[in-house]
Antibody
């Protein structure tokens, strides 16, 4: 069974930047649209961003538009989320998942904490 | 934006009982593009149901989904100990949104 694994989370100051990665094993990332979903501590799930198989189409929740950029390198079987101008309310576990409709394979998530 | 409202917020039941979870949308979900996920503490969500009523691979048949338009239901016919968790609905008919979750706890 294929897996995805996130990395790149950590503690960052408000206004700072972070790049998350999502590496796939046992599955070919180029076969899937890919998505980032986040979960603030003790809260529910929130869709953040989705990219098509090729990366040619991208979608964002309004609260991150202009600050976050989703991208992918299919040759490296890796998905990215570049996060700029981070705010306290971006603090969450960030999951990557396969799919552009429902989400089938999920990683275990990486924690991003935005705090001074 | 389609807003999904799940009810109840918490469901207290005993093993062996039937669980009925509701998900209501503020507008009709195109083609009934609605999914259900299960999440346990410290774990990633797990896909249970997609297209409102199709079980994902490996999901036991005690889980079933139904509904259309704006009203959807996840039913767990007989609760097993491992079913106590938080459940989320998600629509993918118009961008993507999740409900706020229903916690199924042991009574």
């Amino acid at each position: 069974e294929g897996q995805v694994l996130e990395s790149g989370g950590g503690l960052v100051l408000p206004g700072g930047s972070l790049r998350l990665s999502c590496a796939a094993s046992g599955l070919t990332l180029s076969s899937y649209a890919m998505t980032w979903v986040r979960q603030a501590p003790g809260k529910g799930l929130e869709w953040v961003s989705t990219t098509s198989n090729s990366g040619g189409s991208t979608y964002y929740v309004d609260s991150v538009k202009g600050r976050f950029t989703i991208s992918r390198d299919n040759s490296q079987n890796t998905l990215y989320l570049q996060m700029n101008s981070l705010r306290a309310e971006d603090t969450a576990v960030y999951f990557c998942a396969t799919g552009r409709g429902y989400f089938h394979h999920w990683g275990q998530g990486t924690l991003v904490t935005v705090s001074s | 934006e389609i807003v999904l409202t799940q009810s109840p917020g918490t469901l207290s039941l005993s093993p062996g009982e039937r669980a009925t979870l509701s998900c209501r949308a503020t507008q009709s979900v195109r083609s009934n593009y609605l999914a259900w996920y299960q999440q346990k503490p410290g774990q990633a969500p797990r896909l249970l149901i997609y297209d409102a009523a199709r079980r994902a691979t490996g999901i036991p048949d005690r889980f079933s989904g139904s509904g259309s338009g704006t009203d959807f239901t996840l039913t767990i016919s007989r609760l097993e100990p491992e079913d106590f968790a938080v459940y989320y609905c998600q629509q993918y008919g118009s961008l993507w949104t999740f409900g706020q979750g229903t916690k199924v706890e042991i009574k």
